[in-house]
């Protein structure tokens, strides 16, 4: 089997079918499409199987997180390849046949990620280099980026020079919104962390996929739509934001100190605490989460 696309499901339905039309357009014959559904109450479950019945669907019977549903996914895979891609995203036509290509020339590339766009078709900066501890205040999604949003802070961590990129480039690490890589990432690297709660996942993959010398990359070419759920200005539950900047000090700690009781995982932690208020705070001013297209 050449290639196993992976979804993780809660409560996708608003999404999930573009998403798996989309694939279903693109994929080539020798393909299957796997999706782990965490216990979603919304009827994904039931749509899936009136209307989707080629896609194998793994039901867990409580939400197990997203890394645990993930690594299941990785289990199950029969494919040369993966594609994990969030429930909230569209491929472009010719995204799959891209991006296989591009890994079939270069096999000693670990992984790869096409250009994301956001619903405005503006490119959503996922391909980045990876964060230092400054970023906790001057991330992609704090206050102070939206503020000053061409300060060098943010410009170096989102890679912005690679922006007008046409050509295939490297990169520190990409969103697992969509990311592609050959099974043998997985048996060489291991599966996902499941200490984190979802965010900030990929960029710990990806790092152990730098430290094992193995080159990642971005193809302007393929193109993906995310309709990303936490992007910024929009509605977020706090149960979001206070898994996004744990699973940021988890990164931090995990990679760029000697511990937890490090002084610069405390500080680090100090940071991401002021920015959760802060985050909290606009919270209550931003608008309703909907599906771009809804009215």
């Given at each position: 089997?050449?290639?196993?696309?992976?979804?993780?499901?809660?409560?996708?339905?608003?999404?999930?079918?573009?998403?798996?039309d989309s694939i279903m357009a693109?994929?080539?014959?020798?393909?299957?499409?796997?999706?782990?559904?965490?216990?979603?109450?919304d009827g994904v479950c039931d749509l899936l199987g009136q209307q989707y019945p080629s896609?194998?669907?793994i039901k867990n019977d409580r939400n197990v997180g997203h890394c645990p549903a993930t690594n299941q996914g990785f289990r199950a895979a029969r494919g040369h390849f993966i594609m994990l891609l969030d429930a909230d995203t569209k491929l472009e036509p010719e995204t799959t046949s891209?991006?296989?290509?591009?890994?079939?020339?270069?096999?000693?590339v670990k992984a790869v990620a096409p250009r994301m766009?956001?619903?405005?078709?503006?490119?959503?900066?996922?391909?980045?280099?990876?964060?230092?501890?400054?970023?906790?205040?001057?991330?992609?999604?704090?206050?102070?980026?939206?503020?000053?949003?061409?300060?060098?802070?943010?410009?170096?961590?989102?890679?912005?020079?690679?922006?007008?990129?046409s050509e295939p480039f490297p990169v520190d690490w990409v969103s697992?919104?969509?990311?592609?890589?050959p099974r043998s990432t997985v048996d060489e690297v291991g599966e996902w962390d499941e200490g984190y709660g979802g965010y900030w996942v990929d960029a710990d993959w990806c790092k152990r996929i730098q430290n094992g010398g193995g080159p990642i990359?971005?193809?302007?070419?393929?193109?993906?739509?995310h309709?990303?759920?936490?992007?910024?200005?929009?509605?977020?539950?706090?149960?979001?934001?206070?898994?996004?900047?744990?699973?940021?000090?988890?990164?931090?700690?995990?990679?760029?100190?000697?511990g937890p009781w490090d002084p610069r995982a405390l500080a680090a932690g100090g940071l991401l605490s002021l920015r959760t208020i802060i985050q909290a705070t606009q919270n209550l001013f931003a608008s309703e989460d909907k599906k771009p297209n809804e009215t």
């Open positions: 089997m050449l290639i196993s696309y992976i979804i993780v499901s809660f409560n996708s339905r608003p999404y999930l079918p573009d998403c798996l693109d994929a080539p014959a020798d393909a299957e499409i796997i999706v782990i559904d965490n216990a979603s109450h896609v194998r669907l891209t991006l296989l290509d591009f890994l079939e020339r270069h096999p000693q766009l956001n619903p405005d078709s503006t490119i959503q900066e996922t391909a980045r280099n990876f964060p230092s501890i400054i970023n906790a205040l001057w991330g992609r999604q704090t206050l102070l980026a939206r503020l000053f949003p061409n300060n060098r802070f943010t410009t170096a961590y989102l890679a912005r020079e690679n922006l007008a990129q697992a919104a969509c990311m592609v890589f990359y971005c193809i302007p070419e393929a193109r993906v739509w309709f990303e759920q936490n992007r910024p200005g929009r509605k977020r539950s706090l149960s979001r934001i206070r898994l996004f900047n744990q699973g940021a000090h988890r990164f931090f700690t995990k990679h760029h100190t000697w």
